[in-house]
């Protein structure tokens, strides 16, 4: 294969070296150049099978693809369309699904046509626990195989809630180039091949990633010429930069008052996405006294959640009214959450035999939101009788205690692909209770729902599995498992010089989508 610039085999140089030779040449003044500015000091691996933070998985979207995607400015899986894929169909039992490919579809740096057998390695590699941080979201699939260069067979040992939401181009979902994963090795992570519309052509540690533009994007040559991903942690220091015009697009802070200051800037827009982080207190039903449901209905009754979202900030926050966020496919706030009662709290408590209130111990991250979160929730327990001693530990030493069970109550904050079957697999069903072998995140010990659960993730008919999860739901909740709280969106700060494209109310990849008609003036 010839690169067309050079005429020199890949055999000879090597795709890395290539790829260093093509993008060697400085940005013109007159390129357009977008300033990106994140909250980091530094990237991880580069590699999106690997990497699951949000600083990574802002930057895997402008490099890579899917072999599906959901439609730019959206969250929710109603919106998934063709990416690398242009068509695809299942069998009636949706065990075996097969996908044809875009032709003509480039690697960068020389590597060669976009194929099947890449495709099918991606899926494999994203599988595979030794090279993959996502390899459980792939447990059920049998195989992925190439039928032929443009026809891809994936075959499942059971049914899938929404197949196609672990193929869009979101963690494991990434498509990664064969040939370069393999030359590369280690060096992957370090300059990661896409198909995607932006290429990687620097990293400086501590600093910034410098993407340029693909020219042989099969959606077109992208408008942009350059995306330089800036690295500052202060949120003053980002604020600064964006209002003096050194950014023209900032990660926010998640806070009513950041909203409001930033909101004052003349020409710039203060969006904020979703999917939503859902901040839940999972109650330890395997401690005493949580495993009395009267006073698991106290703790929930005893939390104003309305009170808090106005604290917090109903610009960047919205009231929880499920244990699955709003937004996500299988949602659903039928059954609702025990209202505000802190007088029939304290009556529960005394009923249960605790007439002058209970005290839990909670071990808690310093991170700063969590820690202000339950901080609020310990002075608002407090008027019902319940007591938090908190345990202020360092976010990793947290992870590592509530997982061995040490805590009568955990607040965890998480977002995930948004679909109701991931919410409820991770968090409620009981083969993920926390000190169990296929331990996830049941810190609750909630084992109401498995059925529905279960029922759900396997069940073909679409209005049969909406009414298992909704099910599920209403079983939780009346449960008390876990109260949740509030919903926090992600902010981000935009200058009116960008011109997205499209209208910008979700980002699944945690990053703004920068397409190949993005413009900046």
Known sequence: MKLRNEGLSIATWGGAALLALALCTPASAADKVLRVGMATGDIGKMDPHVAAGTPEKALFTWVFNG????????????????????????????????????????????????????????????????????????????????????????TYKENVPSVLGF??????????????????????????????????????????????????????????????????????SRDLAFEKGELDISYGQSDQAWYDRMSKLKDASIVTTEPTELYTVHLNMAHKPLDDLRVRQAFAMAIPRDAIVKYRGERIARVAKSVVPQGYLGYSDATPLPAYDPKKAKALLKEAGYPDGIKLTVVQTSLGIMRDTMEVLQGQLR???????????????????????????????????????????????????????????????????????????????????????????KKIVEAVCGVPVYELFDAWAISNRVKLGYTLTGAPGRGVPILEDTTID
């Open 167 to 236: 193929l869009v181009n979101i963690q494991g979902g990434n498509m990664v180039c064969k040939k370069a994963a393999e030359e590369m090795g280690a060096d992957f992570a370090k300059r990661p091949i896409g198909t995607g519309p932006f290429m990687f052509k620097d990293y400086k540690p501590q600093q910034e990633v410098t993407l340029v533009a693909n020219p042989d994007y099969f959606r077109g040559k992208p408008k942009i010429d350059r995306i330089d991903y800036k690295f500052i942690p202060a949120i003053a």
């Open 383 to 473: 008027k019902a009788g319940i007591e938090l001693d908190l345990q202020i530990v360092e976010h990793a030493t947290f992870h590592a205690e509530i997982r061995k069970d040490k805590s009568d109550l955990v607040l965890y904050a998480a977002s995930r692909f948004p679909i109701a079957d991931i919410y409820l697999s991770q968090f409620y069903d009981s083969a993920a209770i926390v000190g169990t072998p296929t331990a996830v995140t049941n810190f609750s010990h909630c084992a109401v729902a498995d059925a529905e659960i279960r029922a759900a993730r396997t069940e073909t008919d679409p209005a049969k599995q909406l009414a298992d999860w909704a099910l599920a739901q």
């Open 67 to 154: 072999l599906v995607r959901i439609r730019p400015g959206e969250a929710n899986p109603q919106f998934i369309e063709p990416d690398l894929a242009e068509s695809w169909e299942h069998s009636a039992d949706n065990l075996t699904w097969t996908f044809h490919l875009r032709k003509g579809v480039q690697c960068h740096g020389g590597y060669g046509e976009f194929t099947a057998e890449d495709a099918a390695y991606s899926l494999a590699r994203a599988a595979d626990p030794k090279r993959s941080s996502f390899s459980s979201d792939f447990k059920s699939m049998a195989a992925a195989e190439a039928v032929d260069p443009y026809t891809l067979k994936i």
